[in-house]
Nanobody
């Protein structure tokens, strides 16, 4: 069974930096798109950044120029480097990975979500 474990969240002052990590484990055949989403109470979960298997990236306008998404395929891990953090970045951050898993008799693709990690930006 595929498992996604997130880490790196915490409390940081405005202007500070954090790096989130999300590591996938299990019977993984291949990893397609990986991304980060965030959610605050009363708001819908929104896409923060995504990266394709080919390395193409997409960012929300609110984080463009401050956040960088990257991946380490050898470690089945996606990262989100968050620089110049602002109070409005405060949210629970979730990683989402679309991957192909090895199954009995073949393979199958699906989306998997991490457990979420809290990022709080406050002075």
């Amino acid at each position: 069974q595929v498992q996604l474990v997130e880490s790196g969240g915490g409390l940081v002052q405005p202007g500070g930096s954090l790096r989130l990590s999300c590591a996938a484990s299990g019977s993984i055949f291949n990893i397609n798109t990986m991304g980060w989403y965030r959610q605050t109470p009363g708001k819908q979960r929104e896409l923060v950044a995504a990266i394709s298997s080919g390395g193409s990236t997409n960012y929300a306008d609110s984080v463009k120029g401050r956040f960088t998404i990257s991946r380490d395929n050898a470690k089945n891990t996606v990262y989100l480097r968050m620089n110049n953090l602002k109070p409005e970045d405060t949210a629970v951050y979730y990683c989402k990975v679309n991957l192909v898993v090895a199954t009995i008799g073949g393979t199958a693709s699906n989306n998997y979500w991490g457990q979420g990690t809290q990022v709080t930006v406050s002075s």
